[in-house]
């Protein structure tokens, strides 16, 4: 029996939720030695969370249908309401940097687990 190919989608949105997470924590920093970046860095946030569902949608709905675990819907709904706020309530705060380190690293434990329970499942005999 072979099994399924794992995706690489969850490996994908794993590894931009630890690019977002960089990009959160150094901005402040950069923002404070270049003000003129603020123009080019900030205000994209909106933008950025479109992507950030797309891959959402595209890596979590197979795997749930895989897996059916709820945690990973919980995490990754977590993560986007975190990373929306973030974006559309505290934007240019402390508070829109801390809720978005917290966002990412939700949607990032949602994709490892997802991706985890993926594979498990990919490997268990197929019921008779």
């Known amino acids: ?25 150094s901005t402040p920093g950069l923002l404070m030695v270049a003000p003129a970046a603020a123009s080019v860095l900030g205000g994209f946030h909106p933008l950025l969370l479109v992507g950030v569902t797309a891959v959402a949608g595209w890596s979590f709905v197979p795997g749930f249908r895989r897996h059916r675990d709820w ?24 508070l829109e940097t801390l809720l978005s380190v917290c966002g990412a690293g939700s949607m990032m434990l949602a994709h490892l687990r997802n991706r985890t329970l993926s594979r498990f499942t990919s490997t268990l005999p197929a019921a008779s």
């Open 1 to 25: 029996m072979q099994s399924a190919p794992e995706p690489r989608s969850d490996l994908i949105g794993a590894a931009l939720s630890g690019v977002c997470m960089v990009h959160c924590v």
């Open 71 to 94: 945690s990973v819907v919980g995490l990754a709904s977590l993560g986007l309401v975190l990373l929306g706020v973030a974006a559309f309530v505290f934007e240019e705060s402390a």
